[in-house]
């Protein structure tokens, strides 16, 4: 209990100062011209935290990293964020403060239901830009959501790229088999139609779908299920950990060679750390690289020396991390080609200008060049768990969706 | 013992405003409310609203719970009944929003006689349980019936409008809000003074007693069921156009346990409990977040702790009115009410 | 209709079913005695389960030996409410002590993640992962010795309460508290030491069920599934508690693997609503008989 007590007080260490700030301000050299300001919905407590709290790191340590390159043209960055518990009532409360006080360029959400609730808010305001935590396929569409976009592939395009490689593992007429699984909540749901249709296209037999509540379940009949239809791959979405852990090692007790893959926010070191050896030869799908993976470039550099710097014991930082760090990458990017192009920070300019992007060159954080299309990035890779190693190592090459 | 207070005619023994004092109290209150959302910036307004629907569905489940004596863990459920079908009858229909308002309360009110039928033969916790059931089985509806409600995904809809008038922000929606509210706790007041009212109280003192004083039990307890389910489906239906989002998960269990710690909190048996416990459990998230802010300086991780520290306040708030207030706010307010009146008499 | 399948669903259903019984088992001991209905069960079981981890994982002592402490850990809290809570609500209406375990289950889900964050939890392997087979059919390794862990406390327990004077002192406390106190019998003990043990059975099963399913401060969740199991078989009755404990167990597996995961919880509540409007007080509960 102590021991955790510590590392939480260790891990915060870092934040610390940053935390510090519901504002994180910039230095003073760039302070001439009005500041841009992030916002953000953060769950720092609740279920959610345990990328929240990377998330802050991330969009905080960007955030200085950035005025210390001098500001976005000359304009200081300000990160402005408040905890939500993962509430959606106090998301949008968070939400409502910080667009009153401070009218945010743009704006982290923490879940898809915040998303969902602020859009009309959002886009009769029009003037922020919204991405954040959410991968939800239905947040592509322009018409509802015209002001918000997905860092990454959505959860449908996610399915897409895992689909994908198990098609390339097939050889011949004799084409492997998958099962999916997962929770029975809007998250665990999203990408489920889109998937099966995918699969079909692809020739890929779904020979079983198990839903599952949540969390801490017992999961032992479901597991009974996939050993009657003795699946290539199960391909799981909508947790964290439990219960991928517990289809894991039951399936291999049975002698099941099932292999088991995952979704982004079931793709963190987190399995690793809890699962330990069961881990290994788990494969999820992920749009950045991994903190600790081989690949290097520009950004990915500075995002480790920023990372190093704020936290020098922190070590590995985990997906939320990247995650935080590519949206206020993107959201740059955005206010950059606004204001070059001479226009105001509405949200249609900065809509324009994010669709506008093409074989834009991350620096490393994604390892080829990406193209937006339907306000996301449809790209990412696979990486499997080698335990002994104790990370993900890259199976595929990168896949951009079209 | 207030002076001038003697009362000459049952009529003004059974009056809602007693004195000139009160009514003047009130008008200014009133007043607040009016002014409020012109003077205030769009966060506190949205507080403002929160609160609102708040009241508007304690004071439905104080009908039940602190006046009835019956408890349900089920208001989250009917809420969530009310705001389907106002988002429902919005997207298919296109009626005018008092009218879905109107319709998503008869609704839930009809699936919460229907959840009542059973507190004829089963009462206190086992009734409570079957509301527990009922609100699962409601969960399961919302998230499985994806022809008429979306699935997980929920239904989004438009804003309500009226005459031309769009309620989009919510300075629009709080005059919606806002005066339902009024209007139903005077509605809920009056309940109260009449027949129905008194025997609500009737059954809850005692049950027994009150057959045999000629109450049909059945038929009170589903009236008590189908009002306070009126109540909730009405403040789902706010809900509905005020996220303008409805999923399943709008609705969860601790939603029901918010209500009845507002209801408990505020004091039971008692409508203005009711205002202050709905006004004081749905603040103190934010004024928590406001320490958090304070302690940030001095303890740069205060977010990460304060937030545990939201679930450990609710549930000792609980804990801590059932023990020490059972009476809860209510009681609060009426003692200080009892200094000022008595001052300087009585010290 | 495949009946291996079938039967290897029932037993890890039964298995599951057999941990059910001994939470229900806790449960009716603490009605029985203080007729407090406690809400609060599965955050009491999710507190031993985060001490076992704290043990076990975080100061990396044997399994075995924190296995005990967290149980022990468990009761002791159960013996703390009691003593510091439930005592004062003594009399209040049955709404307000209710309601009082729900503001626990609060606290203690708060306390939860003050301590250990609310990140998700795996408890270390301290159960041998061969699988077994019995005859045929293939029951999970974990589900299969923790039902027989379970088993065996609920067997002393159920021992204990037919034999000993602790037994017959909660017994008699039961059926008639005045007459008990009369006869020499310390209630108020007899009080706290029902908690004590009811959280007792509790916090073993909440730390065998939190390592097959994962450990996280929803955890509690649980506990709803315990309340079916208790009106099914009725609020004061241990026979009760444990049919129907088994009989949920398997029945909620059967309908999740036939029907899919979002049917195991309406078809439990269906067997419940059922319940309620055929027999009110459960299969095995008394018929309480009120007098004006």
């Known amino acids: 209990m102590f021991r955790n007590i510590l590392e939480k007080g260790r891990r915060l260490a870092g934040l610390g100062s940053l935390v510090a700030a519901l504002t994180v301000a910039a230095p003073a050299m760039a302070q001439d011209k009005e500041p841009i300001v992030f916002g953000g919905s953060i769950p720092l407590s609740g279920v959610f935290a345990f990328a929240g709290i990377h998330i802050h790191a991330g969009l905080t340590d960007y955030t200085n990293w950035i005025n210390s390159q001098g500001g976005i043209n000359g304009h200081p960055v300000k990160y ?109 749901k999203d990408p489920i139609e889109n998937g099966k249709a995918r699969a079909a296209e692809l020739g890929i037999e779904v020979v079983e779908e198990i839903v599952t509540k949540p969390g801490s379940v017992d999961v032992s009949a479901e597991v009974l299920k996939l050993r009657r239809v003795r699946p290539d791959y199960v391909v799981f979405h909508g947790y964290v950990l439990s219960p991928i852990n517990e289809f894991m090692v039951q ?11 995952g979704t982004f926010w079931s793709s963190d070191k987190l399995i690793i750390d809890k699962m330990g050896e069961d881990a290994d030869g788990y494969m999820g799908v992920m749009p950045y690289n991994y903190y600790d993976s081989e690949e290097s470039g520009p950004m990915l550099d500075a995002l480790r020396a920023q990372a190093e710097e704020s936290d020098p014991e922190a070590g590995y930082r985990p997906t939320g991390y990247m995650q935080g760090w590519f949206n206020a990458m993107v959201w740059t990017e955005v206010v950059k080609r606004t204001l070059d ?62 | 013992m207030r002076i001038g207070d003697a009362k000459q005619s049952y009529e003004a023994d059974e009056a809602i405003w007693t004195s000139q004092t009160q009514k003047m109290w009130l008008g200014l209150f009133l007043l607040i409310l009016l002014v409020f959302p012109f003077v205030v910036n769009s966060y506190l307004l949205y507080l403002g609203c929160l609160v609102g629907i708040a009241v508007i569905s304690t004071t439905g489940l104080n009908i039940l719970t602190g006046f009835t004596g019956l408890i349900s863990l089920g208001q989250a459920g009917f809420m969530g009944v009310g705001a389907y079908t106002v988002a429902w009858l919005s997207i298919n229909t296109g009626l005018p929003f008092p009218v879905t308002l109107v319709l998503a309360g008869l609704m839930a009110a009809a699936v919460g006689i229907l959840v009542g039928l059973p507190s004829l033969r089963v009462k206190g916790l086992y009734l409570a349980i079957a509301t527990l059931a009922a609100s699962v089985f409601l969960h399961f509806i919302f998230a499985e019936w994806e022809s008429v409600t979306g699935g997980m995904g929920g239904l989004s809809l438009k804003p309500a409008s009226l005459f031309g008038l769009t309620f989009q922000s919510d300075f629009m929606m709080y005059f919606i809000i806002v005066p339902l509210a009024v209007l139903m706790v005077l509605a809920a007041r009056n ?12 059954i809850r003192d005692r049950d027994i007693s009150a057959e045999i004083l000629g109450i049909n039990l059945l038929r009170y307890k589903l009236m008590s069921f189908a009002l306070s389910s009126f109540y909730a489906g009405v403040a789902g239906g706010l809900f509905a156009y005020f996220y303008r989002v409805v999923t399943p998960e709008s609705f969860p269990l601790s939603m029901s346990i918010f209500y009845l710690a507002a209801v ?77 009146r008595l001052w300087p008499f009585r010290n | 209709m495949d009946w291996l399948f079938f039967g290897e669903i029932s037993l890890a259903g039964l298995a599951m079913g057999g941990l059910y019984a001994l939470i229900a088992l806790g449960f009716v001991i603490i009605y029985k005695a203080t007729r407090v ?65 729900i503001g626990i289950a609060s606290i203690l889900v708060g306390l939860v993640e003050f301590i250990w964050t609310a990140d998700p939890q795996l408890l270390p392997n301290f159960l041998p992962r061969e699988p077994v087979f019995i005859g045929e059919l293939y029951l999970a390794p974990k589900i299969a010795y923790g039902f027989l862990i379970g088993s065996a406390l609920l067997i002393i327990y159920l021992l204990y309460f037919r034999f000993s004077r602790g037994g017959v002192a909660l017994r008699a406390t039961a059926s008639d508290q005045a007459a008990a106190y009369s006869m020499g019998i310390n209630v108020r003990r007899v009080f706290n030491m029902a908690w ?44 009760g508690a444990l049919i129907a404990g088994v009989f949920i167990g398997w029945l909620e597996t059967v309908a999740g693997a036939y029907l899919g995961g979002e049917y195991r919880m309406p078809a439990t509540f269906l067997v419940l609503a059922v319940i309620l409007v055929i027999r009110p007080y459960g299969l095995f509960g008394t018929h309480e008989i009120e007098r004006v």
Do not use: C
């Open chain 1, 80 to 188: 402005v964020m408040e905890d939500t518990a993962y509430e959606v009532d106090r998301s949008v409360a968070a939400f409502k403060k910080i667009s009153g006080s401070s009218s945010p360029a743009t704006y982290y959400g923490d879940s898809t239901g915040f998303m969902k609730s602020i859009a009309s808010e959002l886009n009769s305001q029009g003037n922020t830009l919204m991405s954040g935590a959410s991968f939800a396929t239905v947040l592509t569409d322009n018409e509802t959501y015209p002001y918000q976009f997905i860092p990454g592939p959505n959860y449908s395009q996610m399915f897409g790229i895992i689909l994908e490689y198990i098609a390339s593992q097939g050889e011949g007429g004799d084409m492997p088999n998958v099962a999916f699984v997962y929770s029975d909540t809007e998250f665990g």
């Open chain 1, 251 to 261: 399936m291999r007790q049975m002698g099941l060679d099932t292999q088991f893959m």
């Open chain 3, 37 to 101: 209905i406690n809400f609060a069960i599965g955050e009491i079981m999710m507190f031993a389960a985060y001490l076992f981890l704290a043990f076990a994982g975080g100061m990396e002592l044997s399994p075995w030996i924190a296995l005990p402490m967290a149980v022990i850990g468990g009761s002791i809290l159960g013996g703390v409410i009691e003593k510091t809570m439930i005592r004062t609500m003594l009399g209040e209406s049955p709404i307000s002590v209710v309601m009082v375990t």
């Open chain 3, 196 to 239: 004590v043990f009811g959280s007792l059975a509790a916090s073993l099963a909440g730390v065998l069920v939190a390592a097959t399913g994962g450990l996280s401060p929803q955890f509690g969740i649980i506990g709803l599934s315990v309340l079916v199991v208790v009106i099914v078989g009725g609020l004061d009755s241990i026979l």
């Open chain 1, 341 to 402: 192009a001479g226009k105001e920070l509405t949200g249609d300019n900065m809509a324009e200008a994010l669709a506008s992007i093409e074989d834009w060159d991350t620096g490393g954080i994604i390892g080829i060049p990406v193209t937006v299309r339907d306000m996301s990035f449809p790209v990412g890779r696979i990486w499997r768990v080698n335990a002994a190693e104790g990370r993900y190592e890259p199976v595929s090459d990168w896949i951009h969706l079209d």
């Open chain 2, 191 to 202: 309940v109260f003074r009449t027949r129905i009212g008194r025997a609500f109280i009737a």
């Open chain 2, 264 to 340: 408990i909190v505020g004091g039971m048996g008692n409508l203005l409990g009711g205002i202050l416990g709905a006004a004081f459990m749905t603040l103190v998230p934010e004024a928590l977040k406001l320490l958090t802010a304070a302690l940030t300086p001095f303890y740069p991780n205060a977010p990460v702790f304060m937030s545990p520290m939201l679930e450990i306040i609710f549930g000792a708030l609980i804990v801590g009115f059932l023990i020490f207030e059972p009476h809860g706010l209510a009681e609060i307010w009426h003692r200080i009410r009892r200094f000022f």
